[in-house]
């Protein structure tokens, strides 16, 4: 039978949003959107709603499902402080 509850699953939908932002904002866009000068607020938004459906899925009694998407969140926030947030020397 296929088991819902897996932490591959929670990497997939972790995975989700943070793709569909960098696709609109570095290939759609070509990187010059800026909201209020700040170049990691797009991706920071799609990382927040990570945490909403990371919420739900907690609610919901799916504790791997919310490892994997706390995974994907953490790692994605490291690479847009490196890469985004970091003056270019």
Do not use: E, H, W
Request: proline letters at 4%; a positive charge.
């Amino acid at each position: 039978m296929f088991k819902v509850n897996t932490i591959t699953r929670g990497v997939i939908i972790g995975l989700i949003l943070p793709a569909i932002a960098v696709f609109i904002f570095l290939y759609i866009l070509k990187g010059d959107f800026l909201i209020y000068n700040k170049p990691g607020i797009p991706y920071l938004t799609a990382v927040f709603l990570n945490l909403l459906i990371m919420r739900y899925c907690a609610r919901k009694g799916m504790d791997k499902i919310v490892i994997g998407i706390v995974a994907v969140s953490f790692l994605f926030l490291i690479a847009v402080f490196v890469f985004k947030l970091q003056p270019i020397r």
